[in-house]
């Protein structure tokens, strides 16, 4: 039985390659403490993908937060940055050396989807199933907050 049915950390940073690892051990670590090690390698691979889009694409600037949330057996990952623009999930070239970013995040998670925020920027998110753990989660490490107010839309885009 879960003690406290939600889990909540962020992570806010600048989006360069060296903080990219970074966050994806943290991310890997918390899924470790929260027992969800099936997880770690699609969601290290999607906050990958969402980082490095930020770090490639975003302006004004490559400050973001990184957001993971395990609600009842829904694991969200989600990346806020400060640029309005939405991404757009494209048909990469078969030789192309980038593109596929979203594509691979759709590919590996159950939903994924962008929430405008007007002037403030845009959410990418995706989610993954998350089956029970049988002992109780432990709280968040230092670096974490508990919340229970994430419940992400179905849609590739979500108003």
């Excluded at 360069?16 to 690892?21: A, D, N, V, W, Y």
């Excluded at 993908?49 to 770090?55: A, D, Q």
């Excluded at 998670?109 to 432990?138: C, D, N």
Aim: net charge neutral; proline share 8%.
């Amino acid at each position: 039985m879960i003690s406290q049915p939600s889990r909540h950390c962020t992570v806010e940073l600048q989006a360069l390659p060296s903080r990219i690892g970074q966050v994806r051990r943290i991310v890997s670590a918390q899924l470790r403490y929260w027992h969800l090690d099936p997880l770690i390698d699609q969601a290290a691979l999607g906050v990958t993908e969402l980082l490095t889009n930020v770090h490639r694409h975003a302006e004004p600037d490559k400050v973001c937060t990184v957001e993971i949330e395990l609600l009842l057996d829904r694991l969200t990952v989600s990346v806020h940055d400060h640029d309005p623009r939405l991404p757009q999930l494209r048909d990469a070239e078969p030789f192309a050396t980038c593109g596929r970013g979203l594509a691979m995040v759709a590919a590996v998670s159950e939903s994924w989807g962008v929430r405008p925020q007007g002037a403030a920027g845009k959410i990418v998110w995706f989610t993954l199933p998350a089956s029970s753990p049988a002992v109780a989660l432990p709280a968040c490490p230092g670096y974490g907050a508990v919340s229970a107010e994430h419940a992400p839309a179905r849609s590739a885009v979500a108003g």
